[in-house]
């Protein structure tokens, strides 16, 4: 319980220095494509790359390769968290879970719903509103330091693993394009065979990722959208590691003693001691958890690289408000279904469900709390802007609606932050 408590702490503290890097790759991205750089910035990511393995061979351009590659394993640190949070965090059990999955599934009802009241000729843009941006949402709360309550951060972290978990199930299914049923079976004993690795207890790290490059090919063979691939093979990563603590404690020690007993008047080590540092070592590797140390390497650079690198890449947008007035209600349904329909949702659906005794509000969680992280969830941005790029083709509409993200994302943020200094203010003064 301690060691996940710990592994959330430290979620929160990248993500939240993430959400800094985000705005300033987003800024930038900004003003480069409003600036006499901008061809040269458009043409940059629109270049072609293609890589061949053996007579198979994927073409893209440099976008496609941040959005399905890159992303693949920003997706595969997702799927990682949804594991372990299911295993042994914040929604491993029915009480600790109920409470963020109804507000995650109110979340991403209502905001769809919202979309859909306003375009109901042109419903695909649904998913663009039911994202949420965690990096973002958790980059605000670090900015407010001690007068925002740990337990909403705890909350926050929760709510968006299961929005994620959300956004994941849409992409698969909704957002694919044409599909390719020959490629099923390739990728199908590709996956079996992951699995057959986590069957054997097999916890080297190297095996499941080698096949996870063959997974993310055939998946994107497919035509379902090649991150899927990344979700999948979290899902496969062993949570056990190969000896348990107690076993490791107990063959460290001895290791230790081996080395105290060995030391004389020589400046170096000899070789009982430099066996007893081999067998210390072998047990520590042992003793890891495949998945939590895979999510370990992945963070830092998902946090510091691939998410701000996708920002800047895809982000940068001309500011033409003609483009958002030819495509008004797409861009309302967003900033609506994210500033209106992402509080209604998380705040009515766990109000209306504590209210009929279904699930039950953590004590250390005042309503004020949850109707500002309402507000904060309305923070889609990176998430919201993927899926944009998934629903729409035009690059018009696309403008359009990014403008409508970054619109609706700094009012919801903005509402957020004052609800949260109020409601701390409250706080202090009963």
């Keep these: 319980m301690i060691d996940s408590f710990q592994t959330i702490q430290r979620f929160i503290k990248n993500e939240s220095f993430s959400g800094v ?38 073409s893209m351009s440099l976008t496609y390769w941040i959005d399905d590659g890159l992303m693949a394993l920003f997706f595969l640190m997702v799927g990682l968290e949804i594991k372990r949070e299911l295993l042994i965090g914040e929604l491993s059990s029915v009480s600790k879970a109920s409470f963020p999955i109804v507000a995650a599934i109110g979340g991403m009802v209502i905001p769809a719903l919202v979309y859909v009241t306003l375009n109901p000729d042109n419903p695909i843009g649904f998913g663009i509103p039911m994202a949420t941006d965690i990096a973002f949402a958790l980059g605000i709360l670090m900015l407010l330091g001690k007068k925002v309550n740990p337990a909403l951060k705890l909350f926050l972290v929760a709510l968006a693993v299961v929005d994620d978990l959300g956004a994941v199930l849409i992409v698969a299914t909704v957002y694919t394009s044409e599909i390719h049923v020959e490629y099923f079976l390739h990728a199908g004993l590709v996956y079996l065979a992951i699995w057959i690795l986590n069957y054997k207890k097999v916890t080297m790290l190297t095996p499941y990722l080698i096949l996870g490059v063959a997974l993310w090919i055939f998946i994107h063979s497919i035509g379902v959208h090649a991150t899927i691939a990344g979700v999948l093979l979290a899902f496969a990563i062993p949570i056990s590691s190969k000896v348990n603590e107690d076993e490791f404690v107990k063959s460290s020690k001895q290791a230790l003693v081996d ?6 008047t020589i400046p170096i080590l000899n070789h009982h001691q430099i066996d007893s540092l081999e067998e210390i070592a072998h047990n520590y590797y042992k003793v890891q958890n495949p998945l939590v140390k895979l999510e370990h390497l992945l963070h830092n650079f998902s946090a510091y690289f691939i998410m701000p690198l996708f920002a800047f890449s895809n982000a940068g947008v001309v500011l033409n408000f003609n483009a958002v007035s030819e495509h008004l209600m797409i861009v309302l349904g967003v900033i609506f279904g994210l500033i209106v329909g992402k509080p209604i949702g998380i705040f009515g659906f766990t109000y209306l469900a504590a209210k009929l005794k279904i699930i039950t509000k953590p004590d250390n969680l005042g309503w004020d709390e949850i109707f500002a992280v309402g507000f904060l969830g309305g923070i889609g941005f990176t998430m919201s802007i993927f899926i944009t790029q998934l629903a ?9 609606v990014k403008l409508g993200v970054f619109i609706a994302s700094f009012i919801a943020g903005t509402i957020g932050i004052l609800l949260i200094l109020k409601a701390h203010k409250e706080k202090q003064l009963k």
């Design 21 to 58: 890097l985000l705005f300033i790759a987003t800024l930038a991205a900004v003003m480069v494509a409003n600036s006499a750089l901008s061809q040269e910035y458009f043409d940059l990511w629109h270049m072609p790359l293609g890589v061949t393995v053996g007579g198979h061979t994927i």
């Design 392 to 400: 729409f083709l035009d690059e018009t509409m696309i403008d359009a």
């Design 259 to 264: 080395f105290e007993e060995h030391i004389d």
